[in-house]
């Protein structure tokens, strides 16, 4: 009997502490993959905290952009604003003949002023066969290089006294000249802001080296040769003693005007006297 009963305690202390034993198995498992778990949780929390990073960046951009092209804008209206407060001209569609800014056959005159007035055009700096520094469209640059290259060739080396002047130089150079001569005497000589061919970027205003002032190029070697070969390279002389009445400005043997060579070429041999009179444009003072 004692030992059955011995036999059946052991018995039952095995049990027990093969339950005891499983159940501890069963809870570091559970233990382990609880924290397996939580560090997947983490994971993902970190992975969400991180797209919401980059969903709030990019929102945050769009939000930039959108305000920068809200002050384009309003800063466009402000420029139409602007211009549409300036002296009262005919401002032609930017579509016509002869009133686009960017094509070489523009004119622009006391009638035609640029549109818009603040037109900026594609712009290089060179020098005149190693002289000066001339900044004019882009699409000058290969045949001003050329003459400057040629007069040097010639012993009659040219420099540029003034090029391209944007919108609000001009307004200075304008208010300068009225300041010396009054608004009637200015508007012989000088052009307003917006209605100047040197805000192009295709008219150049040509010196001898060194030269003190424009009107001492008139009679020189320089001023002469000019006056001849000019043509060739695609300049032409825009305002001469003939055609004041139609240019509404008096002569200037150093101001050139860049057509192109082939339509300088024409130019030339029409033996037309304007721009305007050549193209059947409006000219002479302003309305």
Known sequence: ????????????????????????????????????????????????????????????????????EAKERKTAEAMQNKQSSLPSARVPSVNSAHYDPHRLDIVVNKKHPLNPRDFVPSLSTVTCAGRGSTTISTQVVADFQALCQAAVEAAVPLDSSSSYRSYQTQVNTYNYWVSVSGKSGADTYSARAGYSEHQTGL????????????????????????????WRYGFIQRYTNSNQRETGYTAESWHYRYLGRETAEAYTASHTNSLESYWGISGGDYE
């Open 1 to 68: 009997m004692y030992r059955f009963v011995a036999r059946h305690k052991l018995t039952f202390g095995v049990t027990l502490l093969a339950c005891l034993s499983s159940g501890f198995f069963v809870l570091v498992v559970s233990r382990v993959e609880q924290g397996r778990a939580n560090a997947l949780n983490n994971k993902q929390d970190a992975a969400f905290a991180k797209l919401d990073e980059a969903v709030r960046t990019r929102l945050a951009r769009q939000k930039a952009t959108l305000a920068a």
């Open 203 to 230: 008219a150049v205003d040509f010196r001898v080296p060194s030269g003190a002032t424009l009107s001492d190029f008139t009679g020189t070697p320089q001023q002469k040769w000019l006056a001849k070969n000019a």
